[in-house]
């Protein structure tokens, strides 16, 4: 223990914290998948307080991306390259959103453009220009969701991609399959109808259902190449869909460190 702390060197003081897991072996076969929800501070009495981050750290971890020589990827172009379209980065990562919120556009999009990154963000149809209304209001505030024209701008940008967060932000598990069935394809078919282009990716709200077999089948079944789930680590790349499950993603927290961060890109998990 002693000896493997002297060896981390200048993590050795922040190492000696059991919080961490610095220990483990770095995963380099894999798409280290961020998961983001809310950008700035969050409001007062907020009981998701940790699901916002400030955008001076999304600015630092952006960087990090960047200065590590990490290809950010679009959804579009992770498939292209495993169909051979695109040539595979060295170190090819991404960059996820979950919900639509406004702050996405109006704190997280100027960041991604002037570093010259891209990011995915997932959709909830019936929410569109209007706000979180799946949230108890005196847990979680009300907040504006992204316009049309705002995700417009950002996929015209070419740094923005879209995918679908169902039609309500259903628990997927416990609405009927015929409902679960519409919010899948239908949020599918209306949000392609909106701008014009294939939703790849489709994220499960809360991660409900991404393991539930019958859920699973009906995004599978509604042609999404990729699901995602919430589950933490890094899913192995070229991805098999049957035998790697949804793909995991590394949870950002609002409080997390640098070298949590960088935990988590490295080993797919900065916390026991
Ligand atoms: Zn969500």
Redesign the pocket.
């Known amino acids: 223990m002693i000896g493997a702390l002297a060896a981390v060197g200048g993590l050795a003081a922040v190492g000696a914290s059991l919080r961490w897991n610095w220990w483990r072996p770095p995963v380099s076969e894999g798409i280290p998948t961020l998961m983001y929800?809310k950008f700035g501070d969050p409001p007062r009495g907020s009981t998701l307080a940790k699901l916002w981050v400030a955008a001076a750290d999304f600015r630092r971890q952006m960087r990090y991306l960047k200065e590590r020589g990490y290809t950010t990827l679009t959804f579009t172009e992770l498939r292209d390259i495993e169909l051979g379209k695109l040539q595979r980065p060295a170190k090819p990562c991404l960059v996820t959103v979950?919900?639509g919120y406004e702050n996405n556009y109006t704190v997280a999009y100027p960041i991604v453009k002037e570093l010259g990154l891209k990011f995915n963000i997932?959709l909830?149809y019936e929410t569109i220009e209007s706000y979180n209304s799946?949230h108890n209001p005196q847990g979680e505030h009300w907040i504006p969701m992204m316009t049309w024209a705002q995700i417009r701008e950002m996929q015209d940008s070419g740094h923005c991609e879209f995918g679908s967060?169902t039609m309500r932000?259903k628990n997927l598990p416990q609405v009927s399959l015929e409902d679960a069935k519409w919010e899948i394809e239908e949020s599918k078919k209306k949000i392609e109808e909106k701008l014009g282009r294939e939703m790849v990716g489709f994220?499960y709200?809360?991660g409900a259902g991404a393991y539930d077999p019958a859920v699973r089948a009906l995004a599978r079944n509604a042609g999404y190449r990729y699901d995602f789930g919430i589950r933490q680590g890094i899913s192995p790349f070229p991805w098999d869909p049957e035998k790697h499950g949804p793909i995991k993603r590394l949870f950002i927290r609002g409080d997390d460190t640098m070298l949590d961060f960088h935990l988590q890109m490295t080993r797919g998990k900065a916390y026991f």
Do not use: E
Request: hydrophobic share 35%; proline share 9%.
């Open positions: 929800h979950d919900d997932f909830v799946w967060h932000h994220a709200p809360y």
